[in-house]
């Protein structure tokens, strides 16, 4: 792994993403409403949290029709982005035992398996 060149700083990460967090925040407002989605800028870059009872049902990797239709409105606007993505899996902290997700974590990589097979199958 090479190490990353130069460092991120708040106004060099900010202004080019401002535009993308505006946008992203217009298309997702429905779900931004309902508090399923939070929009935040960070240090590491513009911040997407899909909140797990918007998108997956409880013990679930599966994206629930109401959360395909939300992450085809983001792929509509980062598709033409040159920005780095990175997705992230994440589970609530009640321990879970189904026979196919022995633990939070292994349901957590799951989560961010299927949704980076979705957009790479679909967009």
């Not at 931004?32 to 911040?47: D, M, N, S």
């Not at 013990?59 to 959360?67: A, D, F, Q, T």
């Not at 992450?71 to 990175?86: F, G, H, M, P, Q």
Request: aromatic share 4%; charged share 25%; net charge positive.
């Amino acid at each position: 792994m090479q190490p990353m060149k130069g460092t991120l700083s708040p106004m060099a990460a900010s202004l080019p993403l401002k535009d993308i967090q505006a946008a992203s925040e217009k298309v997702l407002a429905p779900e931004i409403r309902k508090h399923v989605v939070e929009v935040k800028p960070r240090r590491e870059g513009l911040v997407v949290s899909l909140n797990e009872i918007g998108f997956c049902e409880s013990g679930s990797s599966v994206l629930r029709p109401s959360g395909r239709d939300a992450i085809d409105r983001l792929a509509a606007i980062l598709k033409s982005r040159t920005e780095s993505l990175r997705i992230e899996g994440h589970a609530d902290n009640i321990p879970i035992h189904k026979p196919h997700f022995d633990s939070n974590w292994k349901l957590s990589t799951s989560r961010s398996s299927d949704l980076i097979k979705q957009i790479i199958d679909t967009y």
